[in-house]
Structures are given as C-alpha cells and as structure tokens.
C-alpha cells in the first residue's frame, strides 16, 4: 500500500514538474525581441477618416470623396488635415461646395490657399462650412444664423423653396453616417 501511495505522490509529482516546465517554455518562447524598422517614406497618416469601412453608411468625408463635383473640397480638406475632424460621430452639416463653386473664386485663390502656409487660414474657411447639428433643408428654414465650427456664424436666408447659407444656395441634401452633406453652389467666406 506504501508503494502504491508513493507510485501515486511520485506520479503527480512529475505530471506538476511537467506542466510547470512546459508553461515555463510557453512563455520565454513567446517573448520577442521588438523590431524597429527605419523607414525613409513619408509618415502614412492615422486617425479614424483613414480606417477602411464598407459596411458603415457614409459619413461626410467619404461622401465628399466620393463625388466627382468635390475634388476640390476633398483637397482642400487634405490640404488642411482636417479629415478625422470630419468623420468624428457628429452630428455635423457640411455645406460642401462644388467644384465649380471653388472656380468662381478669384484666380489664383485655391492655389494660394492650398499652400502649406496658409493651412490655418484654409483651416478657418473650411471650418465655416461646418455646423454642429443634422437639419434637413426645410428644417433649416426655421433659422436666421448658424454657429459654425470656426466660431463664426453664418446668415440663413429662404427665397421662395431656396434655402442660402452664408449666400450658397443649397442644391443638394444627402444624408450621412454622422450627419448631412448640403451641396452648395458658393464657397462661404468668413468676414
């Protein structure tokens, strides 16, 4: 009986200095050295607006990336690293010019303001576009001004079925996953 009760204590023994051992193995084989790679390209940029997602509704930015007729904003939005801004949960309303609107401008202004010197100031033109909230056209008829996102405020103005917005006439309304994008045929200038 003193045997078999050794047998049994010597056994388990052994089953624990084997299970010890092999979690001991365990964890020095999962310890890596970290690598530290040194790259010469350009920092690729982070944040939310760049997370790939093809199962979300569209926010503002990606329904501004994919229209043909905002080119421009879409630039001018890069030019100003203001993509995260725009695909935070909102809600927010875009009032987003088209290309053409940005043409209208006096010759040489887009250039200009696409240069890295004037972010700030392109920065502060594009934030005026942008208003806290989700009103649709008709609801937007209800107010006199809006709060933009530079601070700012901007006129709201009904002609008729017309809604203006800083004197940009909406011509489109398309709703987004963190708001709505209202297609305007003026770039709204701050004071």
Known sequence: ???T???????TAFLVVLFVSCKNEAKTEQVE???IAISTEAPERQGQ???EDDE???NVLQIAIGSPDHTTLVAAVQAAQLENALVNAGPLMVFAP???AFAALPEGTVEDLLKPENKDALANILKYHVTPGNYSKDFLKK???????NNGYVAVEVKGDDVYVGGAKIIASIPAGNGI????????LPN
């Open 49 to 51: 607006a760049f997370i």
């Open 56 to 58: 979300a509704v569209p």
């Open 1 to 3: 009986m003193k045997t």
């Open 143 to 149: 107010f006199k001004k809006l709060g933009q996102a």
């Open 181 to 188: 994008v209202h297609v305007v045929d003026k770039v709204i």
């Open 98 to 100: 088209t290309n053409e």
């Open 5 to 11: 009760t050794n047998l049994k204590f010597l056994f």
């Open 33 to 35: 050295e970290p690598v």
